[in-house]
C-alpha cells in the first residue's frame, strides 16, 4: 500500500472562485493538504485567510475546482444526494459558535438523535440511549437532565460539547472543527481540546482543526498548515513547525501569543495595516505589504511552495527566517 492509499482526505489544487461586484475572487487558491486516520491537521491563519473556506470547500457546501478525495471516493463532482450522506455520517463538523449552530427550539436529545435517525435510520428509543452515551462520552454532568435542556440553558463550554456529541453522533472518520474554542475562556479551551484529543484517539478519527491561535494547536496536533490571503504559505510537522519557523507570516502569529511571563502591561506584537482584499491582491508575495523582510522580489515574484531538503516542511518565502524561534 502507497502513503496515498492510507490517506483518508487528500484536497489537491482546490480553488474557489466568486464572482462579486468587483470582480472574480478566489478566497481558496491551488490549496493542497491530507490527512491519515487518527492524525490532526490544524489549519491556522487570521480572520479572512480561506480557512473556513476551504472546510466549506470539503463539505460541498460551496462550488470548487479541484480534487477532493475521501476515503478512496472523489468527492468534488458528486451530486448533491451524495454528499447528504456523507455530510454528518462519514464527516462531522463542529462551528465555532454552537449558540448559533444548535437549533434553539430543539432539545438537546432531538439534536443529537437526528443525525442518527436520517443517517442510521435509528429510532427514538435506541437514539435516546446512544445520545445518553454520547453525553457521557464528551463530559457532560448529569447527561440524563441534560438532554431535556434546550440550548440557552446550557453554559458556552457545554454546548461546545453538545455540538461535539452531534458531529460525533453517527461515527464520523473525519471531524472538521472549525474555530471550536473561539468563544471559551481559557480552562474550558483546553478542556475541549483534550476531548478532542482523546476521541480522536478512541476513535481513530482525522480532525482538521481550525484555529487563528497557533499557541491553541500546539499541543494538540501532528502538522500545522498556515494559511494566508487563500494560500497555504507554510506546512510542517508540530514539532517541526515551532522548532524551525521559515515564513515572517508563522512568526508573527507566534511573536502575538500572550506569554505567562510577559511583564504586566507589555503591549502585545501585531501584524500591521489588514490582511489584503481578494478583489486587489498585491503582485508577487501577497504578505509582502506587511512584512519586515520584505525585499524588491517579494513584490514582484510570487514565491512557490518549497521543501526543506529532507524534511517535510515547505514554506513559500524569498527570504525565509533560517534561526531557530528559540535564539
Same mark, same amino acid.
Given at each position: 500500500?502507497?502513503?496515498?492509499?492510507?490517506?483518508?482526505?487528500?484536497?489537491?489544487?482546490?480553488?474557489?472562485?466568486?464572482?462579486?461586484?468587483?470582480?472574480?475572487?478566489?478566497?481558496?487558491?491551488?490549496?493542497?493538504?491530507?490527512?491519515?486516520?487518527?492524525?490532526?491537521?490544524?489549519?491556522?491563519?487570521?480572520?479572512?485567510?480561506?480557512?473556513?473556506?476551504?472546510?466549506?470547500?470539503?463539505?460541498g457546501l460551496?462550488?470548487?475546482?479541484?480534487?477532493?478525495?475521501?476515503?478512496?471516493?472523489?468527492?468534488?463532482?458528486?451530486?448533491?444526494?451524495?454528499?447528504?450522506?456523507?455530510?454528518?455520517?462519514?464527516?462531522?463538523?463542529?462551528?465555532?459558535?454552537?449558540?448559533?449552530?444548535?437549533?434553539?427550539?430543539?432539545?438537546?436529545?432531538?439534536?443529537?438523535?437526528?443525525?442518527?435517525?436520517?443517517?442510521?435510520?435509528?429510532?427514538?428509543?435506541?437514539?435516546?440511549?446512544?445520545?445518553?452515551?454520547?453525553?457521557?462520552?464528551?463530559?457532560?454532568?448529569?447527561?440524563?437532565?441534560?438532554?431535556?435542556?434546550?440550548?440557552?440553558? #446550557?453554559?458556552?463550554?457545554? *454546548? !461546545?460539547?453538545?455540538?461535539? $456529541? +452531534?458531529? &460525533?453522533?453517527?461515527?464520523?472518520?473525519?471531524?472538521? =472543527?472549525?474555530?471550536?474554542?473561539?468563544?471559551?475562556?481559557?480552562?474550558?479551551?483546553?478542556?475541549?481540546?483534550? #476531548?478532542?484529543?482523546?476521541? *480522536? !484517539?478512541?476513535?481513530?478519527? $482525522? +480532525?482538521? &482543526?481550525?484555529?487563528?491561535?497557533?499557541?491553541?494547536? =500546539?499541543?494538540?496536533?501532528?502538522?500545522?498548515?498556515?494559511?494566508?490571503?487563500?494560500?497555504?504559505?507554510?506546512?510542517?510537522?508540530?514539532?517541526?513547525?515551532?522548532?524551525?519557523?521559515?515564513?515572517?507570516?508563522?512568526?508573527?502569529?507566534?511573536?502575538?501569543?500572550?506569554?505567562?511571563?510577559?511583564?504586566?502591561?507589555?503591549?502585545?506584537?501585531?501584524?500591521?495595516?489588514?490582511?489584503?482584499d481578494f478583489?486587489?491582491?498585491?503582485?508577487?508575495?501577497?504578505?509582502?505589504?506587511?512584512?519586515?523582510?520584505?525585499?524588491?522580489?517579494?513584490?514582484?515574484?510570487?514565491?512557490?511552495?518549497?521543501?526543506?531538503?529532507?524534511?517535510?516542511?515547505?514554506?513559500?518565502?524569498?527570504?525565509?527566517?533560517?534561526?531557530?524561534?528559540?535564539?
Amino acid at each position: 500500500m502507497t502513503v496515498a492509499d492510507r490517506r483518508l482526505l487528500t484536497v489537491d489544487n482546490l480553488r474557489v472562485e466568486i464572482q462579486t461586484g468587483s470582480g472574480l475572487i478566489r478566497p481558496v487558491d491551488s490549496v493542497s493538504i491530507s490527512l491519515e486516520s487518527g492524525e490532526t491537521l490544524a489549519l491556522v491563519g487570521e480572520s479572512g485567510s480561506g480557512k473556513s473556506m476551504l472546510c466549506r470547500a470539503i463539505l460541498g457546501l460551496v462550488p470548487a475546482h479541484g480534487k477532493i478525495l475521501f476515503d478512496g471516493r472523489d468527492i468534488d463532482c458528486l451530486p448533491a444526494s451524495e454528499m447528504n450522506r456523507i455530510r454528518g455520517k462519514d464527516i462531522g463538523v463542529v462551528l465555532q459558535d454552537p449558540l448559533s449552530s444548535l437549533n434553539p427550539v430543539m432539545t438537546i436529545a432531538s439534536q443529537i438523535i437526528e443525525p442518527m435517525r436520517c443517517h442510521l435510520g435509528i429510532r427514538s428509543r435506541e437514539g435516546k440511549e446512544r445520545a445518553l452515551a454520547l453525553l457521557r462520552d464528551v463530559g457532560i454532568p448529569r447527561p440524563e437532565e441534560r438532554l431535556g435542556c434546550y440550548p440557552h440553558q #446550557l453554559s458556552g463550554g457545554m *454546548r !461546545q460539547r453538545v455540538a461535539i $456529541a +452531534i458531529a &460525533l453522533a453517527c461515527g464520523p472518520k473525519l471531524l472538521i =472543527a472549525d474555530e471550536p474554542t473561539t468563544a471559551l475562556d481559557v480552562s474550558v479551551q483546553a478542556e475541549i481540546l483534550a #476531548l478532542l484529543a482523546r476521541l *480522536r !484517539q478512541e476513535r481513530n478519527m $482525522a +480532525i482538521l &482543526l481550525v484555529s487563528h491561535d497557533l499557541g491553541v494547536v =500546539a499541543g494538540c496536533a501532528d502538522s500545522v498548515a498556515v494559511m494566508y490571503a487563500g494560500r497555504i504559505v507554510e506546512q510542517a510537522p508540530v514539532t517541526e513547525l515551532f522548532g524551525q519557523m521559515r515564513m515572517p507570516y508563522t512568526r508573527a502569529l507566534f511573536d502575538a501569543i500572550p506569554r505567562i511571563e510577559d511583564p504586566p502591561r507589555r503591549r502585545l506584537p501585531n501584524i500591521p495595516d489588514l490582511p489584503p482584499d481578494f478583489a486587489a491582491l498585491p503582485p508577487g508575495c501577497r504578505f509582502a505589504p506587511r512584512c519586515p523582510r520584505s525585499g524588491e522580489r517579494c513584490r514582484t515574484e510570487e514565491p512557490a511552495l518549497v521543501c526543506d531538503e529532507g524534511k517535510n516542511h515547505r514554506y513559500a518565502c524569498w527570504f525565509p527566517i533560517m534561526n531557530s524561534v528559540n535564539q
